[in-house]
T-cell receptor, first 116, second 113 residues
Framework: DAGVTQSPTHLIKTRGQQVTLRCSPK?????VSWYQQALGQGPQFIFQ???????QRGNFPDRFSGHQFPNYSSELNVNALLLGDSALYLC???????????????FGQGTRLTVV | DAKTTQPNSMESNEEEPVHLPCNHS???????IHWYRQLPSQGPEYVIH???SNVNNRMASLAIAEDRKSSTLILHRATLRDAAVYYC??????????????FGKGTKLSVKP
C-alpha cells in the first residue's frame, strides 16, 4: 500500500498564476482533506471532499477550489496566486461515516509551493 | 470546537522517557484525544488516540486524566528520530469540525544525544 501520495513535491509559480495540486488517498479511503501549512505554523484546514462534493470548508477564499474524482483522488486548485500562498500543502485521507473520530487519518508528504 | 493547550517546546535526552502534556479543559464527552507528530519536511503522522482509558501502542502511551481535562503523551525511550512537533487534537464527529483534524501550534520536541 503506497499510502497517500501527492504530486508534485515542489512547485514554483509566479504571482497571478494558477496551480493544481494532486492527491491519491490511501487504498480503501473515500475522503480527502486538504491543509495549508505556512512555515512555523500548524496545518490549517482548507476543505474536505467526499462523494465528489465539497463537504466542509475552512476559512479560505474562493480562489481555493477542489475536485474529487470517482476513484477518490483529489485536486486542489488555487487561482490568482499571491505571495502569501507560499506554503506546504498537505492532503489527508480517511473514511467518512460515524465513528470517524475514532480512526486515524493518513497524510501525504505534501507539495511545497513557492510563489515568486 | 474544544481547544487544546500545549507547551511551545520541550527538551529531552536520548533514551530517557518524555512526557508531553496537553490541557483540554473544555473537552466534550464525544471528543477523542488524538496525537500526531510531524518530523521535519514531512507530513503529520498519527501517533495514538483515546477516549477515556489509557492507551498503549508500539510508538507511545497516552495517559488520560480521570476528568479528561488533560492528557499526557509518553514516549518511553526517546530517540533522535523522535525529534518533531507533536500535536494534541480533539476530534469529534458531532462538533463543528465534523471529525476533521484542527491543528494548533503543537510542542516542538528536541532530543539531545
Amino acid at each position: 500500500d503506497a499510502g497517500v501520495t501527492q504530486s508534485p513535491t515542489h512547485l514554483i509559480k509566479t504571482r497571478g498564476q494558477q496551480v493544481t495540486l494532486r492527491c491519491s488517498p490511501k487504498s480503501g479511503h473515500d475522503t480527502v482533506s486538504w491543509y495549508q501549512q505556512a512555515l512555523g505554523q500548524g496545518p490549517q484546514f482548507i476543505f474536505q471532499y467526499y462523494e465528489e462534493e465539497e463537504r466542509q470548508r475552512g476559512n479560505f477564499p474562493d480562489r481555493f477550489s477542489g475536485h474529487q474524482f470517482p476513484n477518490y483522488s483529489s485536486e486542489l486548485n488555487v487561482n490568482a496566486l499571491l505571495l502569501g500562498d507560499s506554503a506546504l500543502y498537505l492532503c489527508a485521507s480517511s473514511l467518512m461515516g460515524q465513528g470517524r473520530a475514532n480512526t486515524e487519518a493518513f497524510f501525504g508528504q505534501g507539495t511545497r509551493l513557492t510563489v515568486v | 470546537d474544544a481547544k487544546t493547550t500545549q507547551p511551545n517546546s520541550m527538551e529531552s535526552n536520548e533514551e530517557e522517557p518524555v512526557h508531553l502534556p496537553c490541557n483540554h479543559s473544555t473537552i466534550s464527552g464525544t471528543d477523542y484525544i488524538h496525537w500526531y507528530r510531524q518530523l521535519p519536511s514531512q507530513g503529520p503522522e498519527y501517533v495514538i488516540h483515546g477516549l477515556t482509558s489509557n492507551v498503549n501502542n508500539r510508538m507511545a502511551s497516552l495517559a488520560i486524566a480521570e476528568d479528561r481535562k488533560s492528557s499526557t503523551l509518553i514516549l518511553h525511550r526517546a530517540t533522535l528520530r523522535d525529534a518533531a512537533v507533536y500535536y494534541c487534537i480533539l476530534r469529534d464527529d458531532y462538533g463543528g469540525s465534523q471529525g476533521n483534524l484542527i491543528f494548533g501550534k503543537g510542542t516542538k520536541l528536541s532530543v539531545k544525544p
